[in-house]
């Protein structure tokens, strides 16, 4: 029977290559010259440190400018508040991956109200949808992409 996995996933070497081009174009701007500006990632989490808050701000929209060109979705950060700790100003931008539980019973709940002949099934951080025509799981990636769900979603593992 043909089927699919819905994933919410982070390309990491994207990722890393956009946090070093973010690194690059920081240690090369004429307006941190001397701040000893950085970003670094450390366990799905990704460390902003500069000077000054503006620092912060004006690397936090080169990184996501640089993620959006490398085709990572930005939807994924959940970017914390800035804050100083001494003579440094520090943010934290934590990653998300994974489908959580109640995001995958709402996912669940959708295809079910949807009233497609698929079956949905929740399978650690992904939900797998399986049905008995191709066409119908077409329909169904068709509609998750107009709803309105809060985390960024792949659909992989397409199988016939």
Do not use: W
């Not at 973010?22 to 000077?51: C, M, Q, T």
């Not at 001494?86 to 959580?100: E, F, M, S, T």
């Not at 099934?121 to 008995?132: H, L, P, S």
């Amino acid at each position: 029977m043909p089927s699919f996995d819905i994933v919410s996933e982070i390309d990491m070497h994207e990722l890393t290559n956009a946090l070093d081009q973010v690194n690059r174009e920081v240690g090369n701007r004429y307006d941190f010259k001397g701040s000893d500006a950085k970003i670094e990632l450390k366990d799905n989490v990704v460390g902003l440190e500069a000077e000054t808050e503006f620092q912060l701000e004006q690397m936090l929209d080169i990184l996501y400018n640089k993620m959006a060109k490398r085709g990572i979705e930005l939807g994924c950060l959940d970017a914390q508040e800035p804050s100083m700790s001494g003579k440094r100003a520090l943010q934290k931008i934590k990653l998300q991956q994974g489908i959580d539980k109640e995001l995958a019973k709402k996912i669940v709940k959708l295809v079910k109200d949807s009233k497609l002949k698929v079956q949905a099934a929740i399978q650690g951080e992904q939900v797998r949808v399986t049905g008995k025509k191709k066409d119908d799981l077409q329909q169904v990636i068709a509609f998750l992409k107009e709803t309105d769900i809060s985390l960024p979603m792949q659909y992989v593992n397409f199988r016939d």
